[in-house]
């Protein structure tokens, strides 16, 4: 099974502020690897697919980047909307999730 | 819009069984793959199982914890996905979400959710 780990488990920003999370995984993935938001009470929305990829709606602010075993999810500049629990997941064999990243608000 | 929703949720004594399912519209469900993923309390996500179009062979695969008790089955005819869960444990606790799955470009992940429905096995 392959084992994405994700860091850092939490991330206490402010408004305006960069995000940058890691998503690094046991074996590589190639570029199969996608990100989700979750908000509390919500189920998981679609930001990213294969590495670098916005899906559909998704606004520019939110960047994806890497290949192989290391990954990166950036949000240029937090918007309120923005505070919540990051995944990731890789599609290269079968499907496993992170354990997420929290960003809070500082 | 897609909408997916989840039904059937709720207490069962471990070793028993329940039925869940998800109503879909908005989209050709029969050119859809279809998944279960789901998510204990406080925890993150596991996907329990996938299954195919029947124009890809309708075919089946399962996570290893529920292999040989969950089934996926899906009616084409009703746009409904269907998730049989056997022989329940303690730790099939979870929320559990329907969600559409594209294997190729754009949107090459899980790209819809239901917003899911919880199981919980208790005595």
């Known amino acids: 099974e392959i084992v994405l780990t994700q860091s850092p488990a939490t991330l206490s920003l402010s408004p305006g502020e960069r995000a940058t999370l890691s998503c690094r995984a046991s074996q590589s993935v190639s570029s199969y690897l996608a990100w989700y938001q979750q908000k509390p009470g919500q189920a998981p929305r679609l930001l990213i697919y294969?590495?670098?990829n916005r899906a559909t709606g998704i606004p520019a602010r939110f960047r994806g980047s890497g290949s192989g075993t290391d990954f990166t999810l950036t949000i240029s500049s937090l918007e309120p909307e923005d505070f919540a629990v990051y995944y990731c997941q890789q599609r290269s064999n079968w499907f496993t999730f992170g354990g997420g990243t929290k960003v809070e608000i500082k | 819009e897609v909408q997916l929703v989840e039904s059937g949720g709720g207490l069962v004594k471990p070793g028993g069984s329940l039925r869940l399912s998800c109503a879909a519209s908005?989209?050709?469900?029969?050119?859809?793959?279809m998944s279960w993923v789901r998510q204990a309390p406080g925890k993150g996500l596991e996907c329990v199982g996938r299954?195919?179009?029947?124009?890809?062979?309708?075919?089946?695969d399962y996570a290893a914890p529920v292999k040989g008790r969950f089934t996926i089955s899906r009616d084409d005819s009703k746009n409904t996905l269907y998730l049989q869960m056997n022989s329940l444990k303690t730790e099939d606790t979870a929320v559990y979400y329907c969600?559409?799955?594209?294997?190729?470009?754009?949107?090459?992940?899980?790209?819809?959710w239901g917003q899911g429905t919880l199981v919980t096995v208790s005595s």
């Open positions: 908005g989209f050709t469900f029969s050119n859809a793959w």
């Open positions: 294969d590495a670098s």
């Open positions: 299954i195919k179009t029947k124009t890809d062979g309708g075919t089946t």
């Open positions: 969600t559409t799955y594209r294997p190729l470009p754009p949107n090459s992940a899980f790209d819809y």
